[in-house]
């Protein structure tokens, strides 16, 4: 067992809602995600709507990526089924490293809520240039339950026996 870190690390996170319909003024999924990660105590370090396009996507998490002040990316939005859901193929191909339990865990934790239905989400999370990306469904209630039963937690540094926040500085090891 690590030494906890008993102080709170403010993280400054990114948010990226992919869409083909959504605004600022309708942005329901990226809305909670600011309002959950302020009230947390985290910084929302930029907030940026988009198509659902590929290269448009690894353009702007590219960028955010390389970024030293940027901790975390989080998207929402494009990880279904449809011909224009293209997040998870976007992220994947940008990928250094998969996250393979992010999938795993929030797939459980929809299974409980909306049963079945859960295996029309493809949720992804991956780490790119030392930087946690999480790739969460367009829902509000998706969004909320990946933040309030995996993200809150893992990117709380307070948070035992293990967190995303111990691990970033190791992140540039070779």
């Known amino acids: 067992m690590t030494d906890a870190i ?6 400054n996170i990114c948010i990226l809602t992919i869409s083909s319909s959504r605004t600022l003024q309708n942005d329901k999924s990226g809305d909670v995600l600011e309002k959950k990660i302020s009230e947390f105590g985290h910084s929302v370090y930029d907030r940026k709507i988009i198509k659902d396009n590929k290269d448009e996507i690894q353009e702007n998490i590219i960028n955010w990526g390389n970024d030293k002040n940027i901790d975390i990316i989080i998207t929402t939005g494009g990880t279904g089924l449809t011909g224009s859901d293209v997040t998870p193929e976007s992220l994947e191909e940008i990928f250094e490293k998969n996250i393979d339990g992010f999938s795993a865990i929030f797939h459980k934790i929809s299974y409980e809520k909306i049963k079945t239905s859960t295996i029309q989400s493809r949720a992804t999370a991956g780490i790119y240039n030392n930087k946690f990306i999480f790739a969460l469904p ?7 339950d990946g933040w309030d039963e995996i993200l809150k937690f893992q990117l709380d540094s307070r948070h035992e026996p293990c967190n995303f926040v111990d691990i970033m500085p190791r992140l540039k090891e070779d």
Do not use: D, R, T, Y
């Open 6 to 11: 008993s102080e709170f690390i403010k993280l």
């Open 138 to 144: 367009g829902s509000p209630n998706a969004v909320a």
